[in-house]
C-alpha cells in the first residue's frame, strides 16, 4: 500500500522563478494539506484541498497557489521565489470524516532558491 | 492564541534512559494532540495521539501526559534506544473545524549507545 508520494525530492531554482511541486495522497485518501518547514522549524500550514477546492488556507501570502484533480492528487505552485522559501514542503492526506485523524506526511520536497 | 510551545530545544539520553518532552498550548478549543517523529530527509510519522478527555495514553515505550487545567502536555520514552534518535513535534488541532495542525518548533532527541 503505497504511502503519500511526492515529487521532486529536490529541487534548485532561482529567485523570481515559479516552482510546481506534486503530491499523490495514499491510497483511499481524499485529502490533502500542504505544509512548508523551514531548517530547524516546525511544519506551517499552507492549505488543504478537499473535492478539489482550497477548505483552508493559512498565512501564506497568493504567491502560493494549488490544485487537486479529480484523482485527488494535488499541485502546489508558488510564483515569484523568494529566498525565503527554501524549505521542505510537505504532503499530508488524509480520508475526509476523519476529522484531523490519520494524517500521512510524504518525505517532502526540498526547494531551495538561489 | 495559536501557538504551541515545545521545549527542550535538544536533549541527549543515555541508552535505557528516560526521554521528557512537553508542549504548551493557549486554545483551549484544541482537541486533539499528536506527537510526530521525523528522521531526517523523511516526512514527519505519528508517534501516539491524545483528546483532552484522558490524562495519559500507553502505546509501546511512548506515553502522552495531558494536563488540560494546565494546558500542557508530554511525550515520554520509557527505555530509550539509539533508533529513537530523532526530531519529535508536538502538534495541536482541532478534530473537527479548522483541520491545520499546529506544531510545535520541534526537539531534536539524540540516545547515546
Known amino acids: 500500500d503505497a504511502g503519500v508520494t511526492q515529487s521532486p525530492t529536490h529541487l534548485i531554482k532561482t529567485r523570481g522563478q515559479q516552482v510546481t511541486l506534486r503530491c499523490s495522497p495514499k491510497s483511499g485518501h481524499d485529502t490533502v494539506s500542504w505544509y512548508q518547514q523551514a531548517l530547524g522549524q516546525g511544519p506551517q500550514f499552507i492549505f488543504q484541498y478537499y473535492e478539489e477546492e482550497e477548505r483552508q488556507r493559512g498565512n501564506f501570502p497568493d504567491r502560493f497557489s494549488g490544485h487537486q484533480f479529480p484523482n485527488y492528487s494535488s499541485e502546489l505552485n508558488v510564483n515569484a521565489l523568494l529566498l525565503g522559501d527554501s524549505a521542505l514542503y510537505l504532503c499530508?492526506?488524509?480520508?475526509?470524516?476523519?476529522?484531523?485523524?490519520?494524517?500521512?506526511f510524504g518525505s517532502g520536497t526540498r526547494l531551495t532558491v538561489v | 492564541q495559536q501557538q504551541v510551545k515545545q521545549s527542550p530545544q535538544s536533549l541527549i539520553v543515555q541508552k535505557g534512559g528516560i526521554s521528557i518532552i512537553n508542549c504548551a498550548y493557549e486554545?483551549?478549543?484544541?482537541?486533539?494532540f499528536p506527537w510526530y517523529q521525523q528522521f531526517p530527509g523523511k516526512g514527519p510519522a505519528l508517534l501516539i495521539a491524545?483528546?483532552?478527555?484522558?490524562s495519559e495514553k500507553k502505546e509501546g515505550r511512548f506515553t502522552i501526559s495531558f494536563n488540560k487545567s494546565a494546558k500542557q502536555f508530554s511525550l515520554h520514552i520509557m527505555d530509550s534506544q539509539p533508533g529513537d534518535s530523532a526530531t519529535y513535534f508536538c502538534?495541536?488541532?482541532?478534530?473537527?473545524?479548522?483541520?491545520?495542525?499546529?506544531f510545535g518548533t520541534g526537539t531534536r532527541l539524540k540516545v547515546l549507545a
Open positions: 486554545n483551549t478549543a484544541f482537541d486533539y
Open positions: 499530508a492526506s488524509s480520508l475526509s470524516g476523519a476529522g484531523n485523524y490519520g494524517y500521512t
Open positions: 491524545i483528546r483532552p478527555d484522558v
Open positions: 502538534a495541536a488541532s482541532m478534530a473537527s473545524g479548522t483541520y491545520k495542525y499546529i
